[in-house]
């Protein structure tokens, strides 16, 4: 089996400020995702990418930087952080693309003071 | 409106009852997966489907592309069943369309 860890776990900053989310995942999958899930809400993609170093914008890319540094791992930036984005940022893994099962790390809670 | 609407939004059970959650498509579903998102807040894969049905311990699922709905039965609820249940489905532009959740509280 594999594993997917979500650094950190609780991420706190200011308003404006730049902050970067990390994951990493020991599957040896192509395709990760990162989602952000508003409280009560659905997941929703910022951004996916197929293979190391490609990037594909999802619905909510706006206000996000996203960086495929190698296959084991994929960073999400908050390029500057507001109030309303207070919210949970989950990364998910898939052996290859959409077709196929998605397995996701514990996530990061971000709160925006 | 919802490209993938989800009933109910929230349900309440004893333990040891049976339960159906569903899922219906305005798009064209070619797969669907569930997810359990637990109290502490991780996702569970449980079910990923093309057209037909699987079943795993006390939880089964079926997909029916023609009639554009999904369903996950759970049978003899336990606490640990609680939780917010996804569905999302893959549509004919390989774009993952999520559900709003069903969230499920099991009493003792």
């Known amino acids: 089996g594999g594993i997917i860890t979500q650094t950190p776990k609780f991420l706190i900053g200011q308003e404006g400020q730049k902050l970067t989310l990390k994951c990493q995942q020991n599957?040896?999958?192509?395709?990760m995702y990162w989602y952000r899930q508003d409280s009560g809400k659905g997941l929703r993609l910022i951004y996916y990418?197929?293979?190391?170093?490609?990037?594909q914008k999802g619905d909510l890319s706006e206000g996000y930087d996203a960086s495929r540094e190698k296959k084991s791992s994929f960073s999400l930036t908050v390029t500057s952080a507001q109030k309303n984005e207070m919210a949970v940022f989950l990364c998910?893994?898939?052996?290859?693309?959409?077709?196929?099962?998605?397995?996701f790390g514990p996530g990061t809670r971000l709160t925006v003071l | 409106g919802d490209k993938v609407k989800q009933s109910p939004s929230a349900l309440s059970l004893q333990e040891g009852t049976n339960s159906a959650l569903r899922c219906n498509f305005s798009?064209?579903?070619?797969?669907v997966q569930w997810f359990l998102q637990n109290p502490r807040g991780s996702l569970i894969n449980l079910f990923y489907?093309?057209?037909?049905?699987k079943e795993n311990g006390r939880l089964k699922s079926a997909f029916d592309s023609k009639e554009s709905y999904s369903t996950l039965h759970i049978r003899d609820a336990q606490l640990e069943d609680s939780g917010t249940y996804f569905c999302?489905?893959?549509?004919?532009?390989?774009?993952?369309?999520w559900g709003s959740g069903t969230k499920l509280i099991i009493k003792p």
């Open positions: 999302a489905a893959e549509d004919s532009n390989y774009q993952l369309i």
């Open positions: 798009i064209a579903a070619t797969t």
């Open positions: 489907l093309v057209p037909g049905t």
């Open positions: 599957f040896n999958h192509d395709t």
């Open positions: 990418s197929i293979t190391e170093n490609d990037l």
């Open positions: 998910a893994s898939s052996i290859r693309d959409w077709i196929y099962e998605q397995y």
